[in-house]
Nanobody, 120 residues
Framework: VQLQASGGGLVQAGGSLRLSCAASGFTFGNYAMGWYRQAPGKEREFVARITNNGITYSTAERVWGRFTISRDNAENTVYLQMNSLKPEDTAVYYC??????????????WGQGTLVTVSS
């Protein structure tokens, strides 16, 4: 299993970024996917998740209305569109593979992360 996150970078507050996570080594369309983040000195926190078929998804309250998770099963990729970015969104963002098609069953593989830095 490999999860390659990309798309991070430096952006000004109010700007947008789109993260991608390219997956390989498993049947992507059979598994839920998630995005988490970890800011310096803080614990990792949930950002967004999506079921294997992409029909059901959810985002954390602190990013609700600004971040959107989606997936393209034909491309084996999950995305995180981040709009109206705030300095407090600065973190390393990780994608994760679900244990099943439901995101309620936890995650068993994690990507290497991509750094997002939002300047004020």
């Amino acid at each position: 299993v490999q999860l390659q996150a990309s798309g991070g970078g430096l952006v000004q507050a109010g700007g947008s970024l789109r993260l991608s996570c390219a997956a390989s080594g498993f049947t992507f369309g059979n598994y839920a996917m998630g995005w988490y983040r970890q800011a310096p000195g803080k614990e990792r926190e949930f950002v967004a998740r999506i079921t294997n078929n992409g029909i059901t998804y959810s985002t954390a309250e602190r990013v609700w209305g600004r971040f959107t998770i989606s997936r393209d099963n034909a491309e084996n990729t999950v995305y995180l569109q981040m709009n109206s970015l705030k300095p407090e969104d600065t973190a390393v963002y990780y994608c994760a593979k679900g244990r099943t098609g439901s995101y309620y069953d936890g995650y068993d593989y994690w990507g290497q992360g991509t750094l997002v830095t939002v300047s004020s």
